[in-house]
Structure formats: structure tokens, C-alpha cells
């Protein structure tokens, strides 16, 4: 089945740890997202990717860095852990045309302790 | 900057019954989209619905249809015949592109409803 796939589903991770969040779509979709979400807040856009070999910065970059050497990953690496990257996290694609609704992963649940 | 707003944080509503959730944005850009997702207790990001800056009409997908009202910067979503498993957290969000490469989606911070039997 096509799609988005996210791993870990959960990770509980001591402060000051690295931690790589993985995220893998066979669309071939160009552009790509990652977003946390939290309660009040909805979700945020932490880094994306409009085409492969180009990164961007979202609303809420600090702490979290991406790469995207291909068109079908696309990680999010946290440097080092900090209780406030406690969230979950979504990855997403999206064509670059038309509606260019966005498809999400299933979600990462981080804890930082 | 884009700014979505949703100031129902949860609803509730009577099986059957319609409902209407609230979403005004902000953005300076005339070329704009209109999204809304539904987000079951599962966790699953599901898109329901869209809206263009251009579209003449509101658009509809069965019992989901947008009340978009341009001059007040509104996207209301209504689901019509509220069954139980409508019963999720639903976000709208825009895309507003700063260039026309540019896809991403600014979210609103969402409503839970509850449909009631």
C-alpha cells in the first residue's frame, strides 16, 4: 500500500540524547513536511522540503535539523533531547500540483525525560 | 505572516444533527488554499475537504461542505447528519505560497467534537 511510513511509532529518550525520526513515502511525492503537534496548539511546521536536495525552515525549526539526499526520505534528527521536544510527530508529502493536499505518516510519539 | 484561527476548542452534537465548525484566516495573498482534516482518536490525519481563493462556488464532498465567505476571510466547515463517527479533532488549515513551489500548510490549533447519540 502507498504511502508514508514513520518509525519509531513511540520513543521514550533521556534529555540530551540524539534521536533520528525516520520517514519514508513511495508517492514520489517532491515536497515533503515535518510537523508536531500539541495540544492547544495544533500543528507546526518544524522543516520541509520542496524537492529533494533542498531544505527550508517551518515555524518552529530550533532544535531539529533535516536532510533529504533522495526524494523518498526525508529524517528529522534532534540534536540533543530537551523535555520541550516532548510531542508527536507527523510526516507528510504532497505533489506540487494541483489541490497538493498533504498525506500524512501515522505519527512518532516522543517522550523526553 | 498566515494565520489560521479556530476558536471552538471542543463541540458537542446531537447525532443526526448538523454542525457547523468555525475557521477565519489571515493572509495578504490573493492566491490562497483552503484545507480542512479530520484527525480520528486513532491519530490518522485524514483530508476531508478544499477550498481555492478562486473557486466561485463552496465546495462540498458528501456530508462535509465549506461556507466560504471571502470578504470576512472565513472556511467554515459543516458535516451535515452527524454520526458517531464523526466524532474526531478537525483542523483547517492554508496554504498561502510565499513562491509558486512552495506547498507547505500553516494549521489551525483545532476543534474536538463529540457527536452524541
Known amino acids: 500500500i502507498a504511502g508514508i511510513t514513520q518509525a519509531p511509532t513511540s520513543q521514550i529518550l533521556a534529555a540530551g540524547r540524539r534521536m533520528t525520526l525516520r520517514c519514508t513515502q513511495d508517492?514520489?511525492?517532491?515536497?515533503m513536511y515535518w510537523y508536531r503537534q500539541d495540544l492547544g496548539l495544533g500543528l507546526r511546521l518544524i522543516h520541509y522540503s520542496n524537492t529533494a536536495g533542498t531544505t527550508g525552515k517551518g515555524e518552529v525549526p530550533d532544535g531539529y535539523s533535516v536532510s533529504r539526499a533522495n526524494t523518498d526520505d526525508f529524517p528529522l534528527t534532534l540534536a540533543s533531547a530537551v523535555p520541550s521536544q516532548t510531542s508527536v510527530y507527523f510526516c507528510?508529502?504532497?505533489?506540487?500540483?494541483?489541490?497538493?493536499?498533504?498525506?500524512f505518516g501515522e505519527g512518532s510519539r516522543l517522550t523526553v525525560l | 505572516a498566515q494565520k489560521i484561527t479556530q476558536t471552538q476548542p471542543g463541540m458537542f452534537v446531537q447525532e443526526k444533527e448538523a454542525v457547523t465548525l468555525d475557521c477565519t484566516y489571515d493572509?495578504?495573498?490573493?492566491?490562497?488554499?483552503l484545507f480542512w482534516y479530520k484527525q480520528p482518536s486513532s491519530g490518522e490525519m485524514i483530508f476531508l475537504i478544499y477550498?481555492?481563493?478562486?473557486?466561485?462556488q463552496n465546495a462540498t464532498e458528501g456530508r462535509y461542505s465549506l461556507n466560504f465567505q471571502k470578504a470576512r476571510k472565513s472556511a467554515n466547515l459543516v458535516i451535515s447528519a452527524s454520526q458517531l463517527g464523526d466524532s474526531a479533532m478537525y483542523f483547517c488549515?492554508?496554504?498561502?505560497?510565499?513562491?509558486?513551489?512552495?506547498?507547505?500548510?500553516?494549521f489551525g490549533a483545532g476543534t474536538t467534537v463529540t457527536v452524541r447519540a
Open positions: 488549515a492554508m496554504r498561502a505560497p510565499e513562491v509558486q513551489s512552495d506547498y507547505k500548510l500553516s
Open positions: 477550498q481555492g481563493s478562486y473557486d466561485q
Open positions: 493572509t495578504s495573498d490573493p492566491s490562497y488554499g
Open positions: 507528510a508529502s504532497s505533489e506540487d500540483r494541483g489541490l497538493g493536499e498533504l498525506f
Open positions: 508517492m514520489r511525492h517532491n515536497a
